[in-house]
């Protein structure tokens, strides 16, 4: 996966609308899945229930929880087809790009030792790995506006990077993909 140079201003706004369309898609279609379910499906009647007699373990006999908790699965399932069904769109770009490098960064966080200590021993494709790493770590926290750490992974790049000139490496001619994790076991 190539790193792309995205539009910060653009991929905050989206961002927001995101996550602001989530939480409420999701508190809405909870609320409406819940009450559906109860309306269909419950046999509980319409009793005032005593809240100070409720103890942490047991809900009230007769409670409507599980179809509360249907609604909110359901509501979970349907946003994430709206969230699959949009991943492509030209609004969505940004966001799942780095949703995507988000998640090879964690593929990467997982074999990171193995890595590091082949690195150390001058592996090229090892090289090439961290390169990616933590360039997309810096792209990340420039995007997040997280710079208390920005300058250890600066540190870090600046060092990888010397380790790459002095073996004379292309990084260009090879670019990263995640089927070079897979000889880090």
């Avoid at 909110?72 to 349907?78: G, I, K, Q, R, Y």
């Avoid at 966080?109 to 790995?129: H, N, T, V």
Wanted: proline letters at 1%; aromatic letters at 10%.
């Amino acid at each position: 996966m190539q790193l792309k140079d995205i539009d910060k201003a653009r991929y905050k706004k989206h961002l927001n609308i995101v996550i602001v369309g989530f939480i409420s898609s999701l508190l809405i279609l909870s609320l409406i899945f819940g009450q559906l379910l109860i309306a269909l499906f419950s046999t509980v009647e319409q009793n005032v229930i005593d809240l100070a007699k409720i103890t942490a373990e047991q809900a009230p006999e007769g409670s409507n929880f599980k179809f509360n908790l249907i609604g909110v699965v359901l509501a979970l399932f349907v946003n994430a087809a709206i969230l699959h069904r949009v991943k492509n769109s030209d609004f969505f770009n940004e966001v799942y790009y780095v949703w995507q490098i988000k998640q090879v960064q964690n593929l990467i966080y997982r074999k990171l030792k193995k890595i590091k200590a082949a690195a150390k021993e001058g592996d090229e494709q090892a090289l090439r790995i961290l390169f990616y790493y933590y360039n997309s770590i810096k792209q990340l926290y420039i995007l997040d506006d997280n710079t208390i750490t920005l300058s250890s992974v600066e540190k870090n790049l600046q060092d990888i990077t010397e380790s790459i000139n002095e073996k004379n490496i292309d990084i260009d001619a090879l670019p990263f993909d995640k089927a070079m994790l897979a000889d880090y076991k």
